[in-house]
């Protein structure tokens, strides 16, 4: 990467901590919550990463295979804060931002919290409150595709969320039960920011009536202020586009990229992996808006 491509932070970028979450599986929370994480470091942020899922997907796949088995883990932090500092469970990667990774006693740890009082805020008020504006300037946090204790620890922690959808029928299904289950309950005790709702796995085109044009076009009619930019086109655009007068057609982001699920497997951040793929802009965008709170547009 060219010194000059190096991407800076906004002039009113202020330290948050973000959930990726949404009640369904494999839309790529993980892989857009590292790649978040990567994409903050890069523009000179002290970063912090957790997984807190207890499939442990992004852990192995940032090769964090021992920590996900060893002794001392999040939960330790969560139910016994005491007898555990962040050191015995946070560690430093190569990537630039460091990392706490899941633990296969997630799902113990989660059933327990049922039973503690105030479960809900363990995270928030031992891991989060002491840690950001102090240590790290941005927290992200990986989420597990279920409600329950772990990833309501989460919401009620970061009190900002990025929600990822894929285009397959019924997508908008996820992101309305999301909202039913979890977000509008959690929303009557406190504050709880949608800083955007990001398409994910694009692939085929916005002229035709697939799949992708109407993930794009609902989220573009039904939540304008949350889209991102690279997926952001409006009703004009629409029918401009049928109308064959926008050409060549918008290729809206984040696309199915093998490059993506590639950096994945081999343990690394796409912007790390292959720094030109075209994807990478998206996940900065997608950090600026975490810096600044919101997508600047309504
Ligand atoms: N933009 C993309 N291009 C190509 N492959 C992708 C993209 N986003 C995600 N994937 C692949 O899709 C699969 C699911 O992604 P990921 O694991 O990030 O989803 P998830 O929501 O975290 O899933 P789970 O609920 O199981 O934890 C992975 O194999 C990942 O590599
Ligand atoms: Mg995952």
Redesign the pocket.
Known sequence: MEVSDVPSPAEDAEPRAVS?S?L???????????NLADRLAARGHDVLFIDL?P?G??SY?LGYESAYKGDLSIGDILLNGDDVTFGDVIYPTDFGFDVLPSSGSLEMVESKLKNVSFGDVRLRQRLVEPLLGDEYEYIVI?S??YRGKLSDNGLVATQNMIL?L?PERESLAGFKRTMERQIQPIREQIGLNILAITP???GSRIDQRTMDRKLVEDLNRNFPEHVPEYARITPEEFEKIDDGEIVPLPKPG????????EA??EGKPLGQYAPEND?VECFDELARIVEVGGTNHD
């Open positions: 990726v949404i369904k599986g494999g839309v790529g929370k993980s892989t857009i919550s590292v899922d499939n997907h992004a796949g990986d597990p595709a990822p894929t994910n796995r694009l984040i696309r199915n990229r093998s490059a993506v699920s994945f497997s994807q």
